[in-house]
């Protein structure tokens, strides 16, 4: 882990104390495990993964997107049974906003119930009774329906009803599957609505009021290697020895897309938390089995990635999902100031130095109390990665990798333009966000210094992408995995990328350079890819082109292109120690699904002459 103030200053991270959103300030070295209190662990379709929410924009609207991962570590395709929504769980997602910010209190919450039925229970074969063409047809036995209900105040208003997709089991649900196949992998995420698999396109509801909503499995979107960091913080490090603990699970994914118009308006900031809850009772009959009855009881609550799993003691694991984050200042800040985490830390990996403050941690309290995901609702709509391009500007490090958004309500960084804020957590969580590496820099930095002592630590789990491809669009969530064909814990070999390093003449018209690569296994990889010759004149090289552009492609479906690699992605492709020594030469940082890939060079307004274009493997899942 090194120190890059620099670097880091120029990414806007001096002034995340002030703002009230430092980076990630949750000492996340502890990420979601999904296991983080021992009465929850016992009841896994009420045990709550991680709370997404962000900030999207569609058809000149503004949307505050949330989502509630449940029911963890799903294997693929087991049966006869397999994972459901709970009838008897009541899943609620919370916003505060305004007064309630500051309490933690609720202000809006939207709460979802879940019906069970079947088409026929004279039969062993209890979810699938053929191939499912269609969400909820003759085939699919068991059928999930859901209600989403508005409350404010007391005073309820249903908003509408939905149905969940069949789980990915492979050959009775095949259109999740690449060709449409029962024995192919899940599909990649999208970048468009007309390019999802059939089952989740139909299983996004319409809702009244603008609202729409998703429920059903998706592929768990967090990734890190848990293993190591409760392996005695024993981390692995080094290229092809990664290992993403949650790689090849599934979930069970509650999505809802809320109108900013319908929370009061974009110039505000708000809080997101969600929670499950049971009955107060349970009584055991020889006709019905156990029926529930009283009233509903809090049992499991999530809001920031990693709180409870790595700050609060094992003594109160259970208190918090019990409680509000009304309550967090007076039970739970003391974890936050005085956090044991980071002298595990200093301990372990700095072996006894003292980097991370272990005291008096206002800054990690500041952000976690109360627990609540704040999203700025000013700023443009949060960059996505997925789809095998990022958006222009968009790091998986969020402000600590130069992503950063601009504020219409809050002062932002000083020293930077104002209201400069950041891109991804802690202002909202995205998937796809890094947050174990995001937090575990704040930990060991001190964020109460002025200036502040920042130091990095990104990389530190040595995974630094999901072994999935998200969507960018709803519900955002990856395809869930296919039962019959999915690896635990992908990892590519060695060498998961064959390419070819193309020199050759960069002509006009048909007259282009053409290169190829290959990426084998069976994960995503991430890839740099450039196109140089400007520079290749210090290599002796004669007429070398002037001024480059390139073009990926997968067959005849164009994927990105750059023209000058410094006009987008700059601080990535810096970072992967790969960039073009020459501003005019281009350069793309994508995630690739294993295939056959072409590269294609031209030079920029009919230049000619020699180019070179080449392709490297970053890392790997």
């Known amino acids: ?19 009230g959103l430092a980076t990630a300030a949750m000492p996340s070295l502890i990420a979601s495990s999904h296991m983080d209190a021992p009465l929850v662990t016992l ?3 009420a045990n709550t ?13 503004k949307y505050l997107q949330v989502a509630l991962g449940v029911y963890p570590h799903q294997e693929p395709g ?15 997602v919370f916003i505060s ?17 879940f019906s069970t039925t079947y088409k026929s229970q004279d039969t062993i074969l209890q979810s699938y009774l053929g191939v499912v063409n269609t969400v909820g047809d003759a085939n699919q036995n068991l059928t999930q329906t859901y209600t989403v209900t508005k409350v404010v105040g007391g005073q309820s208003t249903v908003l509408g009803n939905g149905t969940v997709p069949p789980n990915n089991q492979g050959v009775a649900t095949p259109l999740y599957n690449k060709d449409n196949s029962g024995d192919g992998i899940a599909k990649d995420g999208v970048a468009s609505v007309a390019q999802l698999d059939p089952y989740t396109t139909q299983a996004i509801a319409t809702l009244t009021g603008g609202y729409r909503s998703f429920a059903g499995q998706r592929e768990d979107g967090f990734y890190g290697d848990i293993n190591a960091i409760f392996d005695l913080l024993q981390l692995r490090a080094g290229a092809g020895n990664t290992f993403d603990s949650q790689g090849g699970y599934n979930v069970h994914m509650i999505a809802l897309e809320i109108p900013v118009s319908d929370l009061g308006g974009d110039q505000q900031v708000v809080g997101v938390y969600a929670t499950t809850s049971r009955r107060t009772m349970q009584v055991l009959s020889t006709a019905s089995g156990l029926v529930p009855s009283g009233e509903f009881v809090q049992i499991g609550r999530q809001g920031n990635p990693l709180f409870s799993e790595a700050l609060i003691a094992i003594k109160d694991k259970d208190l918090y999902n019990r409680t509000k984050p009304t309550q967090d200042n007076t039970l739970f800040r003391k974890y936050a100031e005085q956090p044991e985490l980071a002298a595990l830390i200093n301990a372990i990996v700095f072996k006894g130095t003292k980097v991370a403050p272990e005291t008096g941690r206002t800054d990690l309290a500041g952000i976690f109390i109360p627990d609540l995901i704040k999203v700025d609702l000013s700023t ?124 050759g003449l960069v002509g006009v018209g048909d007259q282009v350079l053409i290169g190829g690569l290959i990426v084998r296994g069976n994960a995503p990889v991430r890839v740099l890819v450039r196109a140089q010759g400007p520079s290749l004149a ?43 020594a020459n501003d005019r030469e281009s350069a793309m940082l994508v995630t690739l699904s294993p295939g056959v890939y072409t590269m294609m060079v031209r030079g920029k307004a009919g230049a000619t002459g020699v180019g070179i274009v080449e392709a490297f493997l970053v890392d790997g899942m």
């Open 1 to 19: 882990m090194n120190t890059h103030p620099s670097r880091l200053k120029r990414a806007g991270l001096s002034g995340l104390l002030a703002l």
């Open 43 to 45: 009841d896994p379709a």
């Open 49 to 61: 993964t991680d709370v997404y929410a962000f900030l999207t924009e569609r058809g000149g609207q």
């Open 78 to 92: 087991i049966g006869p049974n397999k994972y459901n929504f709970d009838d008897n769980i009541l899943y609620q």
């Open 97 to 113: 906003k305004g007064a309630d910010l500051a309490t933690g209190a609720d202000s809006i919450a939207y709460q979802f119930r």
């Open 380 to 503: 443009a709509a949060a960059r996505l990665t997925g789809a095998n391009a990022d958006d222009a500007g968009y790091s998986r490090m969020s402000v600590f990798g130069g992503d950063a958004l601009t504020s219409k309500v809050q002062a932002g960084l000083p020293g930077f333009p104002t209201g400069t804020i950041p891109g991804g957590w802690p202002n909202g969580r995205r998937f796809g966000d890094d947050v174990i590496d995001i937090a575990v820099t704040a930990v060991i930095s001190d964020l109460r210094t002025n200036p502040l002592t920042l130091r990095s630590a990104d990389g530190i789990d040595n995974v630094s992408s999901n072994d999935s491809l998200y969507s960018k669009v709803f519900p955002y969530a990856g395809t869930p995995h296919n039962g019959r064909n999915t690896v635990k814990n992908p990892r590519p070999g060695v060498w998961p990328l064959v390419n070819i390093s193309t020199r």
């Open 538 to 580: 210090a290599y002796g090289v004669a007429s070398p082109v002037a001024d480059t552009t390139l073009e990926l492609f997968q067959g005849t479906n164009s994927i990105q292109s750059n023209d000058d690699w410094k006009s987008t992605q700059q601080a990535a492709i810096t970072a992967t120690g790969f960039a073009p």
